[in-house]
């Protein structure tokens, strides 16, 4: 089965942003033999498009109650478009920052319409709820410095998977941080910051010489493949 991997990116972002992890799978899949395809798709709009209105719309995506009315206008968007582009093809959807809200919103139109996603990265994206049946598919991935504890990339502070959930014993609502969670959540120690996940060359290379891009293919690759 062919596999297509489609890249959502964040708001105001260049059209190319993401395109050297879209090289870097492609490569590794042709390298086991298997057909696969990446595309680019910019769910808020590139930096043709007003911020002000990207960030809304973002900003209207990440609450827990968009993601229970079904209520992202962009995730219906990028659900048609796939499923009139890669009818039969096992499907990947990989997103940065509110792209990767983007991604959860189009797998669940998706799964509503009887179309699996095979599995979700979201990387270095705000917090939010992720729908039960899209949680142990789907893998979250944030940056951190080089001692491998202190978060490098701001924007993952924004938001929670927190919700309130009834005690067993006494009834009462109980807080729980990570009731709407992933169930996959990985470190990715880069070098810098949010723009900086597929960065190919200096000054983004670690002490090793590897550069941000191939850390960032490393984590997705091994997620899809220990999945499988």
Same mark, same amino acid.
């Given at each position: 089965?062919?596999?297509?991997?489609?890249?959502?990116?964040?708001?105001?972002?260049? !059209?190319?942003?993401?395109?050297?992890? #879209?090289?870097?799978?492609e490569?590794?899949?042709?390298?086991? %033999?298997?057909?696969?395809?990446?595309?680019?798709?910019h769910?808020?709009?590139? =930096?043709?498009?007003?911020? =002000?209105?990207?960030?809304?719309?973002? $900003?209207q995506?990440?609450s827990?109650?968009?993601?229970h009315?079904?209520?992202?206008? $962009?995730?219906?968007?990028i659900?048609?478009h796939?499923?009139? +582009?890669?009818? %039969?093809?096992?499907? @990947?959807?990989?997103?940065?920052?509110?792209?990767? @809200?983007?991604? @959860?919103?189009a797998?669940? !139109?998706l799964?509503?319409?009887?179309v699996?996603?095979?599995?979700?990265?979201?990387?270095?994206?705000?917090?939010?709820?992720?729908?039960?049946?899209?949680?142990a598919?789907?893998?979250?991935?944030?940056?951190? %410095?080089?001692?491998? =504890?202190?978060?490098?990339?701001?924007?993952?502070? @924004? #938001?929670?998977w927190?919700? =309130?959930? +009834?005690?067993r014993?006494?009834g009462?609502?109980?807080?729980?941080?990570?009731?709407?969670?992933?169930y996959?959540?990985?470190?990715?120690?880069i070098?810098? %910051?949010?723009?900086?996940?597929?960065?190919?060359?200096?000054?983004?290379?670690?002490?090793?010489?590897?550069?941000?891009?191939?850390l960032?293919?490393?984590? !997705?690759w091994?997620?899809?493949?220990?999945?499988?």
């Amino acid at each position: 089965m062919r596999t297509h991997v489609y890249l959502l990116s964040g708001v105001a972002t260049s !059209v190319d942003f993401m395109l050297p992890l #879209g090289k870097a799978l492609e490569e590794r899949y042709h390298s086991t %033999g298997v057909e696969a395809e990446y595309f680019a798709l910019h769910p808020y709009g590139s =930096w043709e498009r007003s911020m =002000w209105l990207q960030l809304q719309e973002a $900003r209207q995506d990440i609450s827990t109650k968009a993601v229970h009315i079904r209520a992202s206008v $962009r995730g219906h968007q990028i659900a048609e478009h796939i499923m009139l +582009k890669s009818s %039969g093809c096992k499907l @990947i959807l990989i997103g940065h920052s509110a792209g990767g @809200i983007a991604a @959860i919103h189009a797998a669940a !139109v998706l799964r509503r319409n009887g179309v699996n996603v095979s599995f979700i990265v979201q990387i270095g994206c705000p917090k939010h709820a992720v729908p039960a049946e899209l949680r142990a598919r789907t893998l979250y991935t944030y940056g951190v %410095g080089g001692s491998g =504890w202190k978060i490098s990339d701001p924007v993952v502070r @924004i #938001g929670t998977w927190g919700g =309130w959930e +009834k005690g067993r014993s006494s009834g009462l609502p109980i807080w729980k941080p990570m009731l709407h969670a992933p169930y996959h959540i990985r470190k990715l120690p880069i070098i810098g %910051g949010h723009a900086d996940y597929f960065r190919t060359r200096e000054p983004f290379l670690n002490e090793d010489r590897i550069p941000n891009i191939h850390l960032t293919t490393d984590v !997705v690759w091994n997620f899809i493949n220990d999945i499988n």
